[in-house]
């Protein structure tokens, strides 16, 4: 009596954060539905994940490659059929939440509607870096992302914007998991505001000036510099107030800082300098928000 030793040679792969599995086509041979798994023609087993990765069994380079092809397809198609002109495509999203339950579906800005700097001034898209697909084109016109950015969604749909275009699929290709660093935080305390302030700080102060030198290498520098220079101003005041090492140095800064609207410089100087003042009015915002 002959023991056989069966080998069987799986490969993994990483498509993407997560992997919206609702309106694939229905595999055939279908045996699970989460994670969603079939058998295929070959002999072999395709298995999808919803965190974004998929693992194949037995099959052979075209088997998978096609099986990838089903699941990019959908951004494919619509870049295809921009001429391959646009350099980002966004798509809405499912929330869910913690437990994997699914709830309303989140929908971005409709890109396609800004094509220019000045759409992305005067309607601030709301968008969502989880959904998105860019070009490598953007990257080769303007260079790779600075140490520190965050906001990384915004500077490439404007990017995208000011060059080949961008559009937003309607149908949900992600699921998005509530929390994390996107959370909305709720300021219940001066240093609650504090903390969003300083967070905000440090990576608008790499941020703006990537805006700026995208803008101004799109040409469209005129339609953003004074806006842009402005938000830019008030950043660099903000860090110049908490940064000051005494009461001195922070009177310093607010007076320096004249391009900062007087409002603004004084109720930072309030929040770096003496946040026991605001003291009275986080007691009713937590009232309200115990009883609301």
Known sequence: ???????????????????????????????????????????????????????????????????????????????????????LIASALTDIDASGRAHATIVPSDLSAYRNAADWLARPPHVVGAAQAWTRRVFDRFGPLPEGTVAEDLIMVFRAIVSGGASTLAEPLVLYRRGGLSRRRRALHARDVVAGLLRNNRHSLVELPQLLADAKRAGQLAAVEAALTARLARERYIDALFRAPTAGARWRAFAEAREVPAGTRLRMLVYAAAPALLAPLFFVKRVFARNG
Do not use: C, N
């Open 1 to 87: 009596m002959t023991d056989v030793q069966a080998s069987l040679v799986a490969h993994a792969v990483l498509l993407g954060e997560r992997i919206e599995l609702r309106g694939l086509p229905p595999p055939e041979r279908m045996i699970s539905q989460t994670p969603l798994a079939w058998r295929t023609g070959e002999g072999g087993l395709v298995v999808l994940y919803r965190y974004g990765a998929a693992v194949f069994f037995g099959l052979p380079e075209a088997a998978r490659a096609g099986v990838v092809e089903m699941i990019r397809e959908r951004i494919v198609d619509a870049w295809l059929a921009s001429g391959e002109k646009l350099d």
